[in-house]
């Protein structure tokens, strides 16, 4: 059995052509977070590279995000525990940047790993969110994203 790279039960966006994405690529039976694979299934400019990580924005934001950007480990890994200390000191660095670059005065960063059933991640790859609301004193809903 071919390993399965995405999980399309995490897939759904509301009004989102995403699942459709998710599960063409389940069928190609391909990682879209490696390098060699992106650009086919990522539309998005890369913002800022690294050694270890790629910043961009996620082509499916969340619904409300005024900022809804990914950070994806260029290689392969699944596991928390393969981050290397200088794979660290790196996505400390990006998360600095787009900060700064875009003036996000708040923001979650979440990071997904392992067992997708467990995360509620759509991609196997090992990657971090950065995602931030709208701010200020207007109404509006909370940004919701799934967790196993």
């Known amino acids: 059995m ?7 039960k995490n897939a759904f966006r509301p009004n989102s ?3 459709d994405v998710i599960h063409k690529i389940r069928q190609d039976s391909v ?5 060699k694979y992106l650009k086919q299934y990522h539309k998005k400019p890369i913002i800022k590279t690294g050694r270890f990580w790629l910043l961009t924005d996620n082509m499916y934001p ?17 596991r928390f525990a393969e981050i290397s200390p200088a794979a660290w000191q790196e996505l400390e660095r990006l998360v600095a940047f787009v900060v700064k670059k875009r003036a ?6 979440i990071m997904r ?5 467990y995360t509620g991640a759509s991609v196997s790859h090992l990657h971090a969110n950065i995602i931030a609301g709208p701010g200020g004193a207007k109404k ?3 940004i919701m994203f799934r967790v196993g």
């Open 62 to 78: 969340y619904a409300g995000a005024r900022h809804h950007l990914l950070l994806i480990h260029k290689k392969h890994i699944e």
């Open 17 to 19: 052509t995403y699942k």
């Open 2 to 8: 071919r390993k399965a790279f995405v999980n399309l």
């Open 140 to 142: 509006h809903d909370p």
């Open 104 to 109: 996000i005065k708040g923001a979650a960063l």
């Open 31 to 35: 990682c879209p977070f490696c390098p």
């Open 113 to 117: 790993f392992g067992d997708t059933s």
